[in-house]
């Protein structure tokens, strides 16, 4: 019955981050940024989704620090951001070129990587010239770009409107999540992971997604069922991979087949068999193997686009 906003022990347990930053956005939301691994490394941005944390990407952030320097940020709202007033794409935005400038050098380039709603962050700032400066490639994980409550299959319903109405009335509910208990994780399993994912993930998913305050939950849901950034694809012309789980019922991986046509220059899409829509922590090798494939394939040590390095 704890209220830990996450599992302290175990392969997702958050590293402690070799120093800490905030970001100030567009319209004074301050955001915390964490910054791992060595300075000189090359750099690899991630952004988390809807009701998760830092802590979601431990994993990733444990193993691509040993080589990489790795930037993780709460999204406003989550994690140690505090809340604002402003919930809408333009605020994503806005939020990940504030990131992106608060943490690296003028012109140097990473990889930046989103999960869900932190996909959908880097489609949202994908004509931002800020963007542009200093993102190499990009890693949309377990997202889409539209339509996300009429391909939702939370509910075990025909589709239609009956299951589009339900499933948006669930997805925003008010209601808080309480405590996490065995109901709860059974809950959670369901509609976000893999039937076989095992307890411990289970469990640092609870942890991450309970702690997200109700009414930041429910303004984000407004945001995500009205989304609509399928214009936005097609300006995202640096190098992108995606991947989907194969049983994500939340984000289903149409929506993963559909970013990869309509992108400018992916670069492969992976679809993980077994896997349900928390992807990083279900599946943290495959993820982790992502970013380090872009980042060696796009960046030098220096966070130099490779392009420009040869040309």
Known sequence: MSRLTHVTSGPYAP??????????????????????????????????????????WAAQIRELAKDHRVIA?????????????????T?????LVAVLKAALAPGERAVVAGHSMGGMTIMAAAARPEFAEHAAAALLCSTGSARLVAESKVLPLRPGR????????????????????PVARKILKYATMGSGSAPDKVEACARIVHACPTRVR??????????????????????TAVIGGKNDRLTPVVHAR???????????????TGMGHMTPIEAPEAVTNAVRELAAQFLDQHGLDQKEKTS
């Open 15 to 56: 590293p402690a981050a070799r120093r800490e930053l905030v970001a100030e956005s567009a319209d004074g939301a301050r955001l915390h940024v964490e910054v791992h691994g060595d300075e000189g490394a090359p750099a690899v941005v991630l952004a988390h989704g809807w009701t998760c944390s830092t802590a979601f």
């Open 73 to 89: 940020y709460d999204q406003r709202g989550h994690g140690r951001s505090p809340a604002a007033l402003a919930h809408s794409t």
């Open 91 to 95: 605020a994503l935005a806005d939020d």
């Open 162 to 181: 009956v299951r589009t109405r339900v499933t948006g009335a669930v997805l925003g509910s008010r209601a808080p999540l309480g405590p996490v208990t």
């Open 218 to 239: 429910h303004a984000w849901s407004q945001v995500l069922a009205g989304l609509d950034l399928d214009a936005d694809v097609a300006r995202l012309t640096v190098p």
């Open 258 to 272: 559909g970013l990869a046509a309509a992108l400018p220059n992916c670069v492969g899409l992976t679809e993980l």
